[in-house]
């Protein structure tokens, strides 16, 4: 038997209840039913007609929609579910710099955490960059509609000036970087303290040994089930 | 020289600020192109711009950062990091071997990646998503179907057929650009070798020209 209501079980009883906790609920459920209904409407249609099932609930000119194919399509929304609200939960709560922080105190390197946040602050930057370039070359009559190839001509003088742009900031960036020590070795402190209780610790090591049995329980049962 | 030295050459200073661009590249040129409505996504050309200049660890690195970067945008995208870390890998062992220096053998790279990228995505996509991914190709995925193929060889004639383009056309780009960067500006970056020691390479001033 697969388990069909644990995907649910978690998606209602820990994640929406956790993101109600971290008053995310309204954006976090927004957000999944965003991604989600897309996917839906195409896994269930597929799933119910195509995957191989005996229990036929319907009959349309040659396809059959079988119950099997239908709790299949069920199966994977639910866990993807769990999987969206999970990361957005995490993601509309916590903001990269705090994440940044957090990250350093642990001990992870600044040169890793140093990659993991500038990309938020280059976004806008790269997007108002992205939307000059647009206009510019609108203005000197490029097609961005028309046929095909009309339009794939358009791709170069879009992408190579942004690019272009954006790899000159690349020296200036590192010579800034340079400049303000990021190399150096020592011990740097921090402006802003996360606080972290030993119970927040503990929590999180109970968290990770939960995964990982969970992990192993679950590909025991798979394995046995198929002997 | 040990890989434990190949790696701290690897991530010097300029390659570290390479990188976030090359992310945010990633993410932003996608939507930039998107009015186009090309059937491409040039949502790796970062990557392979990291694999050219800085190897195929640091292109790897980009790619992982750029899916859960990405995962803000969409909780769907890490799922696909994989795909993004054998991108960044692939493309930077054919630079490594020189396949970044003449138009055809970039095609040649372009078509590696695609199909690299397509084995790997293919199993993302039909276990975790179902064999849906709720764009277009879907419909192409449920005619195959309907004609009797099987999940996994619907999915990956597909997602082969959609890479394959988009990473040739990515691989090229990302060539075009390197080519236009000057020679003082590439020797900055620890890969600088793959694609400068040719030496009919052709210098900045020819390409301008």
Not at chain 2, 60 to 86: D, E, K, R, S, W
Not at chain 2, 103 to 126: E, F, H, M, S, Y
Not at chain 2, 151 to 164: E, H
Request: proline fraction near 5%; charge should be positive.
């Amino acid at each position: 038997m697969v388990d069909y209501g644990w995907a649910t079980g978690i998606f209602l009883g820990v994640l929406l209840p956790w993101s109600a906790w971290l008053g995310v609920l309204r954006p976090v459920l927004q957000r999944v039913v965003w991604v989600i209904a897309p996917l839906a409407l195409f896994l269930i249609p597929i799933h119910s007609f195509f995957h191989p099932g005996t229990t036929v609930l319907l009959t349309i000119g040659h396809f059959t929609l079988t119950q099997e194919g239908l709790a299949y399509a069920y199966l994977i929304l639910s866990r993807l579910a769990v999987l969206a609200s999970a990361l957005l939960a995490f993601s509309l709560s916590t903001t990269p710099a705090e994440l940044a922080t957090t990250l350093t105190q642990q001990g992870v390197s600044p040169a890793f955490t140093y990659l993991l946040i500038s990309p938020f602050q280059l976004i806008p930057e790269v997007r108002t960059k992205a939307a000059t370039i647009l206009a510019a070359q609108q203005a000197r009559g490029m097609e961005t509609a028309g046929n095909l190839w009309q339009r794939s001509r358009a791709l170069v003088p879009l992408v190579v000036p942004l690019v272009l742009g954006a790899l000159v900031d690349v020296e200036e960036r590192a010579m800034a970087l340079e400049a303000r020590a990021f190399r150096a070795q020592g011990y740097k402190t921090s402006l802003v303290q996360i606080p972290d209780s030993v119970a927040q610790r503990w929590f999180r090591w109970g968290l990770f040994g939960f995964t990982v049995a969970f992990v192993g329980w679950s590909q025991w049962q798979f394995f046995t089930s198929r002997i | 020289m040990r890989f434990s030295e190949r790696l701290k050459r690897d991530f010097s200073t300029t390659t570290l600020t390479l990188i976030p661009l090359a992310i945010v590249l990633n993410l932003v040129l996608g939507q930039t192109i998107s009015l186009l409505k090309l059937p491409i996504f040039l949502d790796s050309i970062g990557s392979v711009l990291v694999a050219i200049l800085s190897g195929p660890w640091a292109a790897a690195v980009t790619g992982l950062l750029t899916n859960l970067i990405g995962g803000v945008i969409n909780p769907f995208f890490p799922a696909f990091a994989p795909v993004a870390i054998v991108v960044g890998l692939v493309a930077g062992f054919c630079a490594k071997v020189g396949w970044f220096r003449a138009w055809w053998k970039v095609t040649l790279t372009g078509l590696l990646l695609g199909l690299t990228a397509a084995l790997v995505a293919t199993p993302i996509r039909v276990l975790v998503f179902g064999g849906v991914t709720g764009s277009g190709s879907s419909f192409f995925i449920a005619y195959l179907l309907a004609t009797g193929s099987a999940m996994v060889q619907s999915v990956f004639a597909v997602t082969v057929l959609t890479n394959v383009l988009d990473k040739v056309i990515t691989a090229l780009i990302a060539w075009v650009i390197v080519l236009r960067l000057s020679r003082r500006y590439i020797s900055r970056f620890p890969r600088a070798e793959n694609v400068l020691a040719l030496e009919n390479a052709p210098t900045n001033e020819e390409v301008v020209r």
